[in-house]
């Protein structure tokens, strides 16, 4: 273990490398492991807490990326998942699945805080959307054998509608 500038460094490797966060840790074998001794219904928790004088819309309180190698000695995040206040003074959030394609990093998947998802790209249910052609693959349904359908339910006195 190595303290220096504040920032620690923990390897069980043997390696001697420089913390290039507060807290970075190397070694073979899971990193982290958070482990709740509670009987009930209270589980393990990690809180990522962001704390600032001035909270504002857009503000990315907590952030967790995915990446590694691509090559010997050049490393990049291949995935993220973001909290971000939509509207801080209403305690309103939305949470953010990004992915890489190559060279772009960019949102996929947006959940805002009434539950409303919005997709960035072709959704397939049970397919792949890539598989059909370009001007009608935004949503496809189905996995090309046996039967496939959609259900449009509504309550009595209600209307189920598709409006091309």
């Known amino acids: ?9 923990m390897s069980n490797t043997g390696s001697t490398g420089t913390a290039s ?11 982290i492991r958070v482990e709740s001794t509670n009987t009930g219904v209270g589980g393990a928790q990690v809180d990522l807490i962001h704390y600032t004088t001035s909270p504002a819309d857009d503000d990315i309180h907590g952030v967790i990326n995915f990446g590694g190698y691509y090559s010997g000695t ?4 291949g995935s993220s998942i ?5 509207d801080v003074s209403a305690k309103e959030g ?3 699945f990004w992915t890489r394609d190559d ?3 960019a949102q996929r998947l947006k959940i805002d805080h009434d539950g409303t998802a919005t997709f960035v790209g072709s959704i397939g249910i049970g397919s792949t959307a890539s598989d059909f ?3 009608a693959d935004d949503l496809v349904v189905g996995g090309g054998s ?6 449009i339910h509504s309550g009595t006195g209600g209307l189920s509608l598709i409006h091309i």
């Open 1 to 9: 273990m190595r303290i220096s500038a504040g920032k620690v460094f």
């Open 94 to 96: 939305q949470l953010e």
């Open 74 to 77: 050049d490393a990049a995040y």
């Open 82 to 86: 973001r909290s971000v206040w939509s």
């Open 133 to 135: 052609h370009a001007d």
């Open 146 to 151: 046996g039967n496939t359908g959609i259900t």
């Open 103 to 105: 060279s772009e990093f």
């Open 21 to 31: 966060a507060l807290l970075h840790l190397k070694g073979t074998g899971d990193a």
